[in-house]
């Protein structure tokens, strides 16, 4: 077979993409509005459309995925799961909140299952559509299931698993009534094919965001205090640069504001306003990481200089904070991997990176500080920036997998 790729669908696509419906006898409805409104991702081979996934957004925080197909000849090439996964990684970047995304099947559609199963989806309720429930296949009381992307990793009790067969339709019903069951997985049984029922540990999601936000509030309270105990030092000294001064002083600034951030986000929390919660903490993450602890570190050598008068001292701990910064920005840990990178955000990651050894250097020479200062600061401006306005919530991260065993 010749090489695919993907894209997103464009308007000439649309007789292609009917066609292409016609041979999988999928819905052709509303495909106009989806294709003008970027909800159709395409595959093509050689000029010609092999697979296609369209969905539609009834509203900005639900997202339904109504087509899935791929042409007979290349069917289990990974085509339809590549083009779900870049339809799936795409929502969440066109609104401030993740929508819901889901799909319907019938259980009787065992391949459009198993794509939804291995593509992080786990059937949540069934559903009764009376008629051709818009399959336009004739089935008359159609058995649907529900399926739901798990946008965050969730944890299964290994204990509390069973098989119910896909063709037992009263048994499915009833284990899907309780709202901590899902399906999970499509196996074979006895050999025919049966859903497996999970279990999922039910958080409260008030106490997770209440210790979220009390976190939050502990770190940038320790931020402030670190911060404050080291402007009091530059006041003091009569050597210390007038521009780390403003520096700190501004740290200081931006940490403050993080903490009445994070308190707000309490108090959304305490209005049981959650859908504002994540919005907020990403305020008060950014403006803490970027407006305070940054700003904080890289001024470190800078103190130490002015404390010791050791120039190779404070170069070794500058370059080593340098090393430190470069790998933490890189690592799963810093706010920068919550969110997609560009190859400008990585220009300034590597100014932050590089900022202390370059701030030492200036002091040891005993040269003006001016210069790196305004650097520093439009670097760390820019990003907060970035991320506050040109960036989605933090959950516009892949998730590595969306629901793990408890071990």
């Known amino acids: 077979m010749a090489a695919w790729s993907t894209r997103a669908a464009c308007p000439a696509d649309l007789p292609g993409i009917r066609a292409l419906l016609a041979e999988s006898l999928g819905p052709t409805a509303l495909l106009v509005d989806a294709v003008e409104g970027d909800l159709v991702r395409v595959a093509e081979s ?94 008359s009381d159609a058995l649907h299931i529900h399926y739901q992307h798990k946008a965050r990793v969730e944890y299964v009790d290994p204990d509390s698993r069973h098989l119910v067969p896909a063709h037992a339709r009263e048994q499915l019903t009833e284990s899907l009534a309780p709202s901590d069951q899902a399906v999970t997985a499509l196996v074979v049984l006895g050999g ?85 919660f994540g919005r907020i903490m990403k305020w008060g993450n950014v403006l803490s990481e970027y407006g305070g602890v940054f700003p904080f570190l890289i001024s470190l050598p800078v103190t130490y200089a002015q404390a010791s008068g050791e120039p190779w001292s404070t170069m070794i701990l500058a370059v080593v904070l340098s090393a430190a910064i470069g790998w933490y920005e890189r690592s799963e840990f810093s706010i920068a991997h919550r969110f997609r990178r560009s190859r400008p955000e990585f220009v300034l990651t590597l100014l932050t990176a590089v900022s202390p050894a370059a701030g030492a250097a200036l002091v040891v020479a005993d040269a003006v500080s001016w210069p790196w200062t305004t650097v520093l600061t439009v670097t760390l401006a820019a990003r907060t920036w970035l991320y506050l306005f040109r960036r989605g919530t933090e959950a516009d991260i892949e998730e590595r997998r969306q629901w793990q065993l408890r071990g």
């Open 46 to 139: 050689e000029g010609e459309l092999v697979g296609c996934v369209a969905a539609e957004m009834p509203s900005p925080g639900h997202a339904r995925l109504s087509v899935i197909a791929v042409r007979a000849g290349v069917r289990r090439q990974g085509v339809a799961s590549r083009l779900l996964a870049e339809m799936v990684r795409e929502f969440p970047r066109r609104s401030s909140e993740a929508p819901l995304i889901s799909a319907v099947a019938r259980t009787d559609q065992l391949a459009v299952a198993q794509l939804l199963l291995a593509s992080g989806f786990i059937g949540t309720r069934v559903l009764r559509v009376d008629g051709t429930g818009g399959t336009g296949d004739g089935t």
């Open 192 to 276: 025919e094919p049966a859903f497996e029922i999970a279990r999922f540990e039910q958080d409260d999601p008030a106490t997770l965001q209440s210790g979220e936000a009390a976190a939050g509030i502990a770190f940038s309270g320790s931020i402030l205090a670190a911060i404050t105990f080291l402007l009091g030092f530059a006041f003091s000294s009569s050597r210390f640069p007038d521009d780390v001064r403003l520096l700190l002083i501004g740290a200081t600034f931006s940490t403050v504001l993080s903490l009445i951030i994070y308190a707000s986000a309490s108090g959304e929390l305490a209005r049981i306003r959650s859908n504002s």
